[in-house]
Every structure is written in C-alpha cells, then in structure tokens.
Nanobody, 119 residues
Framework: QVQLVESGGGLVQPGGSLRLSCAASGIISSIENMGWYRQAPGKERELVASITRIGSTNYADSVKGRFTISRDNAKNTVYLQMNSLKPEDTAVYYC?????????????WGQGTQVTVSS
C-alpha cells in the first residue's frame, strides 16, 4: 500500500509565499513523474507543475516565474515553492506521483491541501 501525505497549505496574503510538500510512503520501487495540480471551486482540476525523475520541469503559464517544483528522490518527496501568490491561486492543491510498486506502476494522489490567498 502506498500513501501520499501533503502539508504546507494555509492562508496567505497576496504577494506572500507558501511551500507545499508531499511525501510518499509504503512499498515503493521507484517514482517516475511527480506533479502538483489544483482545483478551484467550480473549476476543473488543472496541472500546475510537474517534474520528471531526472529533474525536467513543466509549468502552467499562469505560474511560470512564481512557482518552483522540486523533488528529493531519497525522501520520495515533491515540493512546490509558491511565491508572489495571487488571489486566483486560491484552490485545493493535490500532488500526484507515478509509482512503481513491485512490478506494477500506478498513479497515486495526495489528499489535497487548501491554499487561500486573501487580504
């Protein structure tokens, strides 16, 4: 059984910063892509940023230059550093990992963490 546990969400003023973390635990052979998604009320879930096993990154246009995704393979953890936050960044943020467990690969999701940007 594999679990993803997120942390780091909260309430922040516009222009502020937050750092999200997502750690995987369980029977893990390796982890391929890691990513962060978000879903605002009344909207579909969207990709925010992703990172491959070797560190290649991809960002949504709306967060380029403000958010940075990184990973620690030794800790099975992905991070999202969010700077210059805007009210439109308010959403529930979910991490996703492609995890090899024994001989099978599955996509796993975190439980979600609320990020609210408001004065």
């Amino acid at each position: 059984q594999v679990q993803l546990v997120e942390s780091g969400g909260g309430l922040v003023q516009p222009g502020g910063s937050l750092r999200l973390s997502c750690a995987a635990s369980g029977i893990i052979s390796s982890i391929e892509n890691m990513g962060w998604y978000r879903q605002a009320p009344g909207k579909e879930r969207e990709l925010v940023a992703s990172i491959t096993r070797i560190g290649s990154t991809n960002y949504a246009d709306s967060v380029k230059g403000r958010f940075t995704i990184s990973r620690d393979n030794a800790k099975n953890t992905v991070y999202l550093q969010m700077n210059s936050l805007k009210p439109e960044d308010t959403a529930v943020y979910y991490c996703k990992m492609q995890i090899w467990s024994r001989i099978s690969r599955y996509d796993y999701w975190g439980q979600g963490t609320q990020v609210t940007v408001s004065s």
